[in-house]
């Protein structure tokens, strides 16, 4: 079983900064791939950002690119999203997932994803 808790979405004027959190309650932290996805209303669920079991590898969304990063602390089970000069079109529920994994690979695949949390909501105003 796997236990993802996020936290630090909320309200903020574009071009403010958010740092979010996702908590972990899995085995082994450093074999679970870690990633952040969205979801506005009306539209599909987007892949954010992802990092491998080791942080060696990461991906971004071209969306996010250069604005948003991804890191994860092994040894506190927990991956973050650190997301500067936010805009309007970054409104969206924020969902951590991971999978398990014995490589250093990560997967741009949603249904890979096999854990999920239950979403922090981030909100940019004009």
């Known amino acids: 079983q796997a236990k993802l808790v996020e936290s630090g979405g909320g309200l903020v004027q574009a071009g403010a900064s958010l740092r979010l959190s996702c908590v972990a309650s899995?085995?082994?932290?450093?074999?679970?791939?870690m990633a952040w996805f969205r979801q506005a209303p009306g539209k599909e669920r987007e892949h954010v950002a992802a990092?491998?079991?080791?942080?060696?590898?990461?991906y971004y969304a071209d969306s996010v690119k250069g604005r948003f990063t991804i890191s994860r602390d092994n040894a506190k089970n927990t991956v973050y999203l650190q997301m500067d000069s936010l805009k309007p079109e970054d409104t969206a529920v924020y969902y951590c997932?991971?999978?398990?994994?014995?490589?250093?690979?990560?997967?741009?695949?949603?249904?890979?994803?096999?854990?999920w949390g239950h979403g922090t909501q981030v909100t940019v105003s004009s």
């Open positions: 899995v085995g082994t932290f450093s074999n679970y791939a």
């Open positions: 997932a991971t999978y398990y994994t014995a490589s250093n690979y990560i997967s741009r695949d949603p249904a890979q994803y096999n854990y």
């Open positions: 990092i491998s079991v080791s942080g060696k590898n990461t």
